[in-house]
């Protein structure tokens, strides 16, 4: 069950901020009093996210980006909890392992957004991110992206009136030059395009029901 609990946040966030939540002393910082320079933002079935973890997810680019208004922190955290609760189901059905060369193209893919290998490694430093950490990262999302292919995405074959009626409904997707394309032209195109969207809803609609049944508490800021 997702719910923001107040009461419950405030001793789950009093527990893990003295157990996991590192301290700056005195001596160290060169600051009076201690300094927490991390906190946790979400507890999902008992295990905490962290200031932190939503900081390196961010740097990486492990999360989509925030849309236009959304605060960019929520945003990450929020992606962060669906994954988590996404990754419990998986890991219920053990879907085959990913093969070695896709990991190591997923993880040139995080490096190569950063300018440079010297960014890259002051990155990991900066945020405690390990290469185990990176590595394990990517073998779960290949290992989720085969999981939902494997429930959503390989059994619908809409006929030829579907997908037509969804051209018909979606014109502006099929504009080149402010010109609409032929039907016939774009057919194999919107077949494709209504695929994607089908299993795109049928996604969300599982996550949605992984939320309400999960016991997920958002602390508050």
């Known amino acids: 069950m997702l719910r923001i609990d107040h009461a419950r946040a405030h001793f789950i966030g009093r527990m893990a901020i003295t157990a996991m ?64 609760l996404q990754l419990v189901e998986v890991n219920r059905y053990a879907p085959a392992e990913p093969a070695e060369t896709e990991i190591a193209a997923g993880l040139a893919e995080i490096r190569g957004r950063f300018p440079s ?38 059994s619908y074959q809409p006929g030829d009136e579907e997908v037509a009626r969804y051209y018909r409904s979606h014109e502006s997707a099929f504009v080149r030059d402010g010109v609409l394309r032929p039907y016939e032209e774009v057919r194999d195109e919107a077949r494709k395009r209504l695929i994607e969207d089908r299993s795109a809803a049928l996604v969300r609609e599982w996550i949605a029901g992984l939320r309400r049944r999960a016991d997920v508490t958002i602390l508050p800021k």
């Open 117 to 154: 290998e010297a960014a890259f490694d002051g990155a990991m430093k900066e945020t405690g991110v390990t290469p185990v950490q990176l590595r394990a990262h990517v073998r779960d999302r290949l290992r989720l992206e085969t999981y939902l292919q494997q429930r959503f995405g390989g």
């Open 21 to 84: 939540l590192i301290l700056c002393s005195p001596g160290a910082s060169g600051a009076s009093g201690a300094q927490i320079i991390d906190r946790v933002l979400a507890v999902v079935g008992g295990a905490p996210i962290t200031l932190s973890d939503v900081a390196a997810a961010i740097r990486f680019g492990l999360v989509p980006e925030a849309g236009a208004g959304e605060d960019r922190e929520s945003a990450a955290l929020d992606a962060i909890v669906e994954r988590q």
